[in-house]
């Protein structure tokens, strides 16, 4: 064996072993994050056993930690995130589907491209301030003589604060501009895995460009907008620093709307409409608020809001997967 392929073979046995440790690195790594979250979780469960049963999830807040409940906390994340999806989602999409698909390469496009990008890395509590100033305050145009604008519907008569306060629809807009940034991120990256292939096969069949959009590109990007969406929403489920500035309640003894259950929803139509108007509390909210109080039994109050957190947001995860599945099984290419 020449000594040039002693050489070779020493290289290639060091590039070997390199790679391997680099793996168990990060197999470590991997085991050593997962052996935290266990550690937390357990830790959670303990301090939580005992306190999560069905009165805690239908009790309001009180003053005495036996009685405590979350429901208030419950139905104001579930609002919030209800709008804050119906705000941003259509929005994040359309808007990558114009950067995507329809705007020309100028210098214009890469100077919105910069500041998304930019602007999805800020911290929450600059998005909160932001929130304050535009939708509780706006802007202070109404000063010291608020109004409120009065809509007919059919069931009931839509009462519209101006300015918005601190109201649920205030705390949606807010959070929908602090995960917007990462949905049209998300989508525009969803949209370029789309092969170029398909749309030119799509206008060599006589099809225009929004057909094109509409019937081959949207659906093969849909599942990746859909992870996107996914992270985004579950960012805004546990964010607290927005909604301490926009001034969310720590203690809350109603639901917006008064809905406190699916039969409400039913039976109480007007509560669906005033409940994007009415104060509220979330989840964070409650549980930031049980564990600064001195009383060591909230503690293990503070433990079941947080499993209840866990859970909704699991929950709701598992749901977007499961469309996301759907989405992807209609693939045919």
């Known amino acids: 064996m020449s000594q040039s392929d002693q050489v070779y073979k020493s290289r290639l046995?060091?590039?070997?072993?390199?790679?391997?440790?680099?793996g168990a690195v990060c197999m470590a790594s991997t085991w050593f994050g997962i052996a935290v979250l266990v550690v937390?979780?357990?830790?959670?469960?303990?301090q939580a056993s005992g306190w999560l049963d069905w009165n805690f999830l239908t009790n309001f807040d009180s003053r005495?930690?036996?009685?405590?409940?979350i429901l208030a906390g419950l139905w104001g994340s579930l609002w919030l995130i209800l709008f804050t999806t119906l705000f941003s989602v259509p929005t994040g999409i359309g808007a990558a589907l114009?950067?995507?698909e329809?705007?020309?390469?100028?210098?214009l496009k890469r100077l919105i491209q910069v500041?998304?990008?930019?602007?999805?890395?800020?911290?929450s509590i600059v998005y909160g301030i932001l929130g304050l100033t535009v939708f509780v305050r706006m802007f202070g145009l109404f000063g010291a003589q608020p109004k409120v604008v009065e809509v007919p519907l059919i069931f009931a008569?839509?009462?519209i604060p101006l300015p918005l306060g601190r109201t649920v629809i205030a705390a949606a807009l807010t959070l929908s501009l602090l995960i917007l940034p990462v949905v049209i991120v998300a989508a525009q990256e969803a949209l370029r895995s789309v092969p170029v292939s398909i749309?030119?096969?799509?206008?060599?069949l006589g099809a225009t460009q929004w057909q094109t959009v509409r019937h081959q590109v949207l659906p093969a990007a849909l599942p990746g907008m859909l992870t996107g969406v996914i992270l985004a929403v579950s960012r805004a489920i546990g964010e607290t620093a927005p909604l301490v500035m926009i001034g969310a309640l720590t203690y809350v003894a109603f639901t917006p709307g008064d809905i406190s259950s699916p039969a409400d929803i039913i039976s109480n139509p007007s509560g669906i409409a005033e409940a994007p108007f009415a104060t509220f509390t979330a989840l964070p909210i409650q549980i930031f608020n049980w564990v600064s109080r001195p009383k060591t039994e909230y503690q293990h109050v503070a433990a079941a809001g947080i499993l209840v957190l866990l859970a909704v947001l699991l929950m709701l995860n598992g749901a977007a997967i499961l469309v996301r599945h759907r989405f992807q099984k209609r693939i045919r290419w």
């Open 199 to 204: 749309r030119k096969a799509s206008y060599a």
């Open 98 to 100: 114009y950067l995507e």
């Open 40 to 46: 937390l979780l357990m830790g959670v469960v303990w």
């Open 115 to 123: 500041n998304l990008s930019n602007l999805a890395g800020v911290p």
């Open 157 to 159: 008569n839509l009462e």
């Open 13 to 22: 046995a060091t590039r070997h072993r390199l790679g391997r440790m680099f």
């Open 64 to 69: 005495h930690p036996e009685q405590a409940g």
């Open 102 to 107: 329809y705007a020309h390469d100028n210098w």
